[in-house]
């Protein structure tokens, strides 16, 4: 599959860094095809920081506001212009009625009729990651008009990766060495949420998995993704 002004690419993640993380330089890339690419988070990053009784506080609407605006700043830098906020709780999809989720995708589905779809992977210690992953599994059931024909899980560094046990194993790759310095621009602008190496979401971090990923496909640097179901 390669990327060209008849692709449609819809992004169901849980919050606002993941598409850069798991996506930057994919997205990056199939916007320089002709993409046309929407982005939908489900719910916000940053209230697993706050209990719940803070959730009214101006501290909470202060980190909110910034990691918005952080996301704002950068689909800048990737070219996208479709994107839509969500503000389930972080790290506590697992308190929302799970049918309401999935409704949601649905209706996503229905008005942007996407022909990929990337989401998460199961594979995943981050609770919202894994609910979204099944949501889109239920969203997406190829029921008659409503056939999407590919699906994707990306790659998030950290929560991604320090799963014990099963590892995420994928078997999509796309090249990005054009595109691996805008993704660590674009990841520049989430402010707050990058730390120093060998933490994985720090600059190093992300170019020495760009760079693994990479090595196992043959090229300088790669995204993986594992492709769930695709329908030829
Ligand atoms: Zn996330």
């Not at 330089?25 to 982005?39: C, E, P, T, V």
């Not at 595109?179 to 660590?184: D, V």
Request: glycine share 6%; charged share 25%.
């Amino acid at each position: 599959m390669n990327f060209n002004s008849d692709s449609k690419i819809l992004f169901i993640l849980a919050h606002p860094d993941d598409e850069v993380l798991g996506a930057g330089g994919m997205i990056l890339k199939a916007k320089s095809f002709g993409a046309s690419i929407r982005i939908v988070w489900l719910g916000e990053g940053v209230s697993a920081r706050f209990s719940e009784n803070q959730f009214n506080s101006d501290d909470y609407k202060k980190a909110n506001a910034i990691r918005e605006k952080g996301a704002i700043n950068a689909m800048e830098v990737l070219g996208v212009l479709d994107y839509s906020f969500g503000y389930w709780h972080c790290l506590r999809f697992d308190q929302i009625p799970f049918l309401d989720i999935t409704k949601k995708i649905e209706k996503e589905i229905f008005n942007f009729k996407p022909n990929l779809i990337v989401t998460h992977n199961p594979v995943e210690v981050n609770i919202d990651h894994v609910i979204t992953f099944k949501a889109v599994e239920a969203a997406a059931r190829p029921v008659k008009d409503k056939i999407i024909p590919a699906i994707w899980g990306c790659e998030i560094p950290c929560s991604g990766r320090w799963t014990l046990g099963t590892k995420f194993v994928p078997n999509i790759y796309v090249e990005i060495e054009n595109f691996i310095e805008n993704k660590i621009l674009a990841w520049s602008k989430y402010k707050g949420e990058a730390r120093n190496f060998p933490f994985p979401r720090s600059d190093e971090g992300l170019k020495t998995l760009a760079k693994y990923r990479g090595m196992e496909a043959g090229v300088k640097y790669a995204e993986a993704f594992k492709s769930w179901r695709e329908v030829l």
